[in-house]
């Protein structure tokens, strides 16, 4: 009877990736985004395409939430 049990929870440790903050992540992706064009200028231009594609795809998935969203609200 003498075993103790931890309560404590445990935490895995992170990759040191995963450690950084939501904001960071965003900070750091915005200045990223920003060098890449400022740098490479026209010869990141392909990259437009993928830009392009996932903006319309979070639109598809964002403008039925909001619509289901305000008839929820309104019913």
Known sequence: MS???DSAPYRMRRPFRLR???STA???GMALGI???VFL???AAPLGVVGTI???LLQMTILPYIV???IGGIG
């Open 35 to 37: 060098a890449t064009g």
């Open 41 to 43: 200028g026209e010869l």
């Open 26 to 28: 965003i900070l750091l």
């Open 68 to 70: 289901v969203s305000l």
């Open 54 to 56: 996932f903006i319309k």
């Open 3 to 5: 075993d103790v049990i």
């Open 20 to 22: 950084m903050s939501l």
